[in-house]
C-alpha cells in the first residue's frame, strides 16, 4: 500500500493561526524536526499528522486545539482551490470544480458532494484514524472559506465527525454555528443546498479556465511523482526476494510493463535508473550505518555476485566498497 501524502499548502493556514493565537510555529516546527521560519515546499508523509497535532496541542496548552486554531485561521489561505471558486459563476459550480482537484492537497480528501433535497452533503472522506485535530480544524477552515466565498449566505446545518470522544457540544456550536454529531459513519459537512446557486461577483471565464489548466498541470506532478514514490518502494521490497524486474514492479501496480515503461518516460525517469539509484543509496547507507559484511550487502542489493556489485560500486563512487567503508568511518 502506498505511502499517503499531504501539500505543505495544507499546514500553511495552521501556521498562520498559530502566529495569530499568539502561539510560536517555529517551537512546533522544531518539534517535528522542520528547520524554523516555515514549511519547506513540496508533500510530506500524512503519518506525520500525529506528532504535528501532538506539538501544536502541546505549545498551544489546548485539549480541542483544532477547534481553537479553526477561530484563527484566515478566510483565505491563496490556495489554487479557492481562485477556482471565485472564477466560477456560481458557488456549487466552483465547489464542484474544486472537488476535482482536492487530491493536490491531500491523498486523504476523497471528498464528495450528495444534494439530498434542501441538504447538501460536503463528505470530506478522511480515514477514521486521522487525529481528530485535523478534521475539526478543517470543518472550522471549510465553513469560514465557505461564508466568505458567499458573502455571509452560506449556512452550516451540521458537522458530521467520525471519533466518538471530542469536545464539549457547546464548543462545537460555538466554533461551528451548528451542532456536530461525533461516532458518525464519515467525516462532512452537511448545509443548505440553496447555497449552492448563489452567484460569484468575481466569475470570470478566462481565469477559470486559466485556474484549471494550472490545476491540471499541478495534479499531474503530483501523479508523476506519487508513480516514481511508489516504483521505488517496490524496488526496496522486491529486491529483498533478489527480484525488482520491471514486469515484477508492473504487476505489483497491477498495469502492462509497457504501460508503466511510458508512464515513467512521460515523469523523466527511466526504470533502471531508479533500481540503479536505489542501490547505489543501499549500499552507502549498509556500508556508513552498518557492520554488515560485503557478502550480505551484495545479497542485499540485489546482485548475485560480490565481482559485479564490486564494479558497479567503483563506477558509481569512484573506489571500491572497502574503501568507500573505511574513508566514511574515519
Not at 41 to 62: I, L, M, N, V, Y
Not at 104 to 133: C, I, K
Not at 147 to 156: R, S
Request: glycine content about 8%; some cysteine.
Amino acid at each position: 500500500m502506498r505511502d499517503l501524502t499531504d501539500d505543505v499548502a495544507l499546514m500553511r493556514p495552521v501556521i498562520e493561526a498559530l502566529r495569530a493565537s499568539g502561539t510560536d510555529p517555529d517551537r512546533v516546527l522544531a518539534r517535528v524536526g522542520l528547520a524554523p521560519g516555515g514549511l519547506p515546499a513540496g508533500r510530506f508523509p500524512h503519518s506525520a499528522q500525529a506528532q504535528f497535532w501532538k506539538a501544536t496541542s502541546d505549545e498551544c496548552g489546548q485539549e480541542h486545539v483544532g477547534l481553537f486554531l479553526a477561530q484563527h485561521l484566515p478566510a483565505f489561505h491563496g490556495l489554487l482551490l479557492e481562485y477556482l471558486f471565485l472564477s466560477s459563476d456560481t458557488f456549487g459550480s466552483g465547489l464542484r470544480h474544486a472537488l476535482r482537484y482536492v487530491r493536490l492537497l491531500s491523498d486523504t480528501l476523497n471528498a464528495g458532494l450528495q444534494v439530498q433535497g434542501e441538504r447538501a452533503v460536503l463528505s470530506l472522506g478522511l480515514a477514521p484514524d486521522t487525529p481528530r485535530h485535523f478534521p475539526e480544524m478543517l470543518a472550522g477552515a471549510v465553513i469560514r472559506l465557505f461564508d466568505a466565498l458567499t458573502e455571509g449566505a452560506f449556512v452550516a446545518r451540521e458537522v458530521r465527525l467520525m471519533h466518538a470522544a471530542g469536545a464539549p457540544a457547546a464548543r462545537y456550536q460555538q466554533v461551528y454555528g451548528c451542532p456536530a454529531r461525533l461516532g458518525a459513519e464519515d467525516y462532512a459537512l452537511v448545509f443548505d443546498a440553496a447555497v449552492l446557486d448563489k452567484a460569484s461577483r468575481h466569475a470570470a471565464p478566462e481565469l477559470l479556465r486559466m485556474h484549471e489548466s494550472l490545476a491540471r498541470r499541478q495534479l499531474a506532478e503530483v501523479e508523476r511523482l506519487d508513480l516514481v514514490r511508489q516504483v521505488r518502494e517496490l524496488i526496496g521490497e522486491l529486491l529483498v526476494d533478489g527480484g525488482a524486474t520491471l514486469e515484477q514492479v508492473a504487476a505489483r501496480l497491477n498495469m502492462p510493463a509497457r504501460r508503466l515503461r511510458e508512464r515513467l518516460a512521460m515523469a523523466g525517469v527511466r526504470f533502471n535508473d531508479l533500481i540503479t539509484d536505489y542501490r547505489c543509496r543501499l549500499a552507502k547507507e549498509l556500508l556508513l550505518k552498518t557492520d554488515e559484511r560485503i557478502e550480505v550487502i551484495v545479497e542485499r542489493t540485489g546482485f548475485s555476485e560480490p565481482s559485479t556489485f564490486y564494479r558497479a560500486f567503483k563506477r558509481w563512487v569512484g573506489e571500491t566498497p572497502v574503501e568507500f567503508r573505511k574513508r566514511g568511518k574515519v
